[in-house]
Structures are given as structure tokens and as C-alpha cells.
């Protein structure tokens, strides 16, 4: 009992910064997704390929989540976008305070698009808003369980997209395609799913236009 009350508590502290988080962000007119995925999902080379085809498009920044080092950080700089690290120590998941304390070191009046790569975890970050307009999950088929959504419900239910990804090796994973994006519309009617892959360019272009689709509505919507 006192657990279920210590828990309600974090998460009414975490809603409250959330909602101070949107409405910077609201009033800097800049669209924020909240991309979250197991580890080893694709997070980071979706996101590299997204910087590849957008950085030209849009002005984006990137906060990059992880337990202890900065190793995608690194991966992302390289595509010269500003890039922000958050090492949680071991924590599981990012929080409203976390991309609070960061996005001051961001200049969100020069900014269309704010990416913030979460901790590999397919569980409690889907709890834990952080001011974004939407989340979005990256799911690999070579996790080889196409039971996973419904595994791992609330990540999909939570998200606005979900991209399969790694589509290109199909063919020599154990994975029921139609199946897993039958149970995904399923938890989630209406949900966008797009099949991607890095390595062979697949999709990508499709999930950059929603992407672009988003800032354009959140821009409308601010002027
Ligand atoms: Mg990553
Ligand atoms: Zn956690």
C-alpha cells in the first residue's frame, strides 16, 4: 500500500515537470519525440539515418539517454547536430526533471525538432513522460519474438509509431511479420507502423515524413 502511494507520488512530481517541460517547448514552437526500444533496438541508427536524410530540412537536436557512457552521444555529434547526453547512472528510464535540467543548454529558439533517445527498455520509460508530443518505439525482428507488443503493452499504447526495424533480415529470423503488426493495431487501433531497415535504406524515408508531417502541425498550431 504505502509502495502504491510512494509511486503515485514520483510519477504526479514527474507529470508536473512534464507538463513545465511542453509548455517551453510549446512556446518555442519546437516538436519533441520520445524515442524508446529495447537495447540493441536501433534507436541510434534510426536516428543516424534521420539526421542524414533531415539535417538539411529542419533544425534538430538530439538528448541521448544511457545507463553509463556516451557512446551514441558520440555517434550522433559526428553528424554535426547538437547533441546532449543524460547518463543516468544505472537508472532505467528518463525523467521530466532530467530533460528539464538539459534543454536549458539547448537554444530552442533555433530548433524545429527535438529527438530524445530514452534508455534501452521496453518497460518503464513508456511511464515516464517528459514533455514530448509524442513517443514512438523502435522494435528489431531480431528480438525473434513477435509476441512482444503484447508482452510489453503499454511502450505500444503510449506511441504514436512504432517502426520495425532491421526489416531487412525477414528472411532469416523467426519473426511473424503480419502477426506482430496485427497485435500492435491491435493494442493500439490506428497507430502508425512502418517497416524499417538502416543497413538497406528501407522505410526511412516514409518515417522522416511523418517526422516532418509533426513539426510542420506543431509549427501551425504555435503561430
Ligand atoms: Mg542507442
Ligand atoms: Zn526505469
Not at 22 to 44: C, D, R
Request: proline share 4%; glycine share 8%; net charge negative.
Amino acid at each position: 500500500m504505502a509502495e502504491i502511494q510512494v509511486m503515485k507520488n514520483i510519477l504526479g512530481e514527474n507529470d508536473r515537470v512534464a507538463a513545465e517541460n511542453q509548455a517551453l517547448f510549446a512556446e518555442k514552437n519546437v516538436y519533441v519525440i520520445n524515442l524508446m526500444g529495447s537495447p540493441g533496438a536501433g534507436k541510434t541508427s534510426v536516428l543516424e539515418k534521420t539526421m542524414e536524410k533531415l539535417k538539411d530540412k529542419l533544425k534538430m537536436a538530439v538528448i541521448e539517454g544511457d545507463l553509463f557512457t556516451s557512446k551514441d552521444a558520440d555517434r550522433i555529434e559526428k553528424h554535426g547536430v547538437p547533441v546532449i547526453q543524460i547518463n543516468t547512472a544505472g537508472g532505467c528510464h528518463l525523467d521530466a526533471p532530467m530533460v528539464q535540467k538539459v534543454a536549458q543548454k539547448l537554444d530552442l529558439d533555433d530548433l524545429d525538432l527535438l529527438v530524445v533517445e530514452n534508455v534501452g527498455n521496453l518497460v518503464c520509460p513508456a511511464e515516464f513522460a517528459v514533455g514530448e508530443d509524442d513517443k514512438g518505439v523502435v522494435l528489431s525482428i531480431t528480438e525473434g519474438d513477435d509476441k512482444k507488443p503484447m508482452k510489453y503493452p503499454l511502450i505500444f499504447k503510449e506511441s504514436a509509431i512504432a517502426l520495425l526495424n532491421k526489416a531487412d533480415l525477414l528472411p532469416y529470423c523467426n519473426f511473424d511479420m503480419a502477426a506482430a503488426k496485427e497485435d500492435i493495431t491491435t493494442l493500439h487501433p490506428g497507430m502508425d507502423v512502418i517497416e524499417v531497415s538502416c543497413t538497406k535504406d528501407q522505410g526511412l524515408d516514409a518515417w522522416c515524413d511523418w517526422l516532418l508531417g509533426r513539426v510542420a502541425a506543431k509549427q501551425k498550431k504555435g503561430k
